[in-house]
């Protein structure tokens, strides 16, 4: 069974930095394609950062330059930097990936950015 396993979130102030980290418990090179979630409260969840098996990556236009995804494939982990961090990007951020048409999800890390 397929399991994802996020870490790093925390509290850090505006302007600092954290770098998440999603630990698969099989080969993620076996993934298509992996990604960065967030969800705010009374928000949708919404893509932030993801990455392809290939090396191809997408950032959505809130975070480009701020955010950077990388995919280990021999580590079997998937990470994500994020630098200069605003209160707008508190949320629960969730490592996704998908796999022979199955999509499959972490539990989520909380980030909190205080103003």
């Known amino acids: 069974q397929v399991q994802l396993v996020e870490s790093g979130g925390g509290l850090v102030q505006a302007g600092g930095s954290l770098r998440l980290s999603c630990a698969a418990s099989?080969?993620?090179?076996?993934?298509?394609?992996m990604g960065w979630y967030r969800q705010a409260p009374g928000n949708q969840r919404e893509a932030v950062a993801s990455?392809?098996?290939?090396?191809?990556?997408n950032y959505a236009d809130s975070v480009k330059g701020r955010f950077t995804i990388s995919r280990d494939n021999a580590e079997n982990t998937l990470d994500l930097q994020m630098n200069s961090l605003k209160s707008e990007d508190t949320a629960v951020y969730y490592c996704?990936?998908?796999?022979?048409?199955?999509?499959?999800w972490g539990q989520g890390t909380q980030v909190t950015v205080s103003s």
């Open positions: 996704a990936g998908d796999r022979a048409g199955n999509v499959y």
């Open positions: 099989g080969r993620i090179f076996s993934f298509n394609r």
């Open positions: 990455i392809t098996r290939g090396g191809s990556i």
